[in-house]
């Protein structure tokens, strides 16, 4: 586990700890790695869950699916990111989410239960770390939050802006990346690519932005 401290240190559940805690940790939270391809599943709806993920390398979705193949993406996890918190700290709580490796990647899966009952070695960082989960969670609740503020938007075009001009926000620029591509973006923001492409060729049209594949920049007059 040595060799993943440069992504551990900089992951928001383990703010404030020391190499030797974070390691010790690990094993007091039976942490494990397993590998997936592209394309692969790593939790899949209707299961259940006593783990939560940490993603070492690669990325993955969060996503929803119903029996048609319709799809709708609620996040996407980078390098440092959780996933599955919610369902891991609930006992029994069945997945109604899937969660698919957008590329190759390596997780870390830890053991949630571990960490809310008694540490039996009666660690001095595990007050640390439960504070630094209920952070976790707490942002996540935020980013969802926001993705319901988009979604909630009655046409497309007003779904582009929403989730456009917050990018912009979060990121203080008016020149930025996004971390979807075409397709993933309609997923995300629940509406048809045809139609958000045509909207995006409009606003091109109309001068609010400018976009080149997950680029954009918003224009201001």
Not at 89 to 108: F, H, K, M, Q, Y
Not at 118 to 128: E, G, L, M, R
Not at 165 to 186: C, T
Request: charged residues 20%; aromatic residues 6%.
């Amino acid at each position: 586990m040595q060799n993943y401290l440069p992504v551990l240190r900089n992951c928001p559940f383990f703010t404030g700890l020391t190499d030797d805690e974070i390691l010790s940790i690990l094993h007091c939270v039976s942490a494990a790695k397993i590998t997936r391809h592209r394309g692969s599943y790593i939790f899949r709806a209707g299961d259940s869950t006593e783990v939560m993920g940490l993603v070492l390398s690669g990325s993955t979705l969060v996503i929803q699916e119903d029996l048609w193949g319709h799809r709708n993406i609620l996040s996407k996890c980078n390098t440092g990111d959780f996933f599955g918190e919610p369902y891991a700290a609930t006992p029994g709580a069945i997945l109604n989410i899937s969660v698919v490796a957008e590329e190759d990647c390596e997780i870390l899966l830890l053991n949630v239960k571990r960490l809310l009952t008694s540490c039996p070695t009666v660690c001095d960082h595990h007050q640390k770390l439960i504070r630094n989960l209920v952070s976790v969670l707490a942002n996540k609740i935020l980013l969802f939050n926001d993705k319901i503020t988009h979604v909630s938007k009655r046409t497309t075009r007003e779904k582009l802006l929403s989730y456009l001009s917050a990018e912009s926000i979060r990121q203080s620029a008016l020149s930025f990346d996004i971390p979807f591509d075409r397709q993933q973006l309609a997923d995300f923001l629940c509406v048809e690519r045809a139609a958000m492409s045509a909207e995006l060729s409009k606003l091109q049209k109309e001068g609010l932005l400018v976009t080149k594949r997950n680029h954009f920049q918003l224009l201001t007059r």
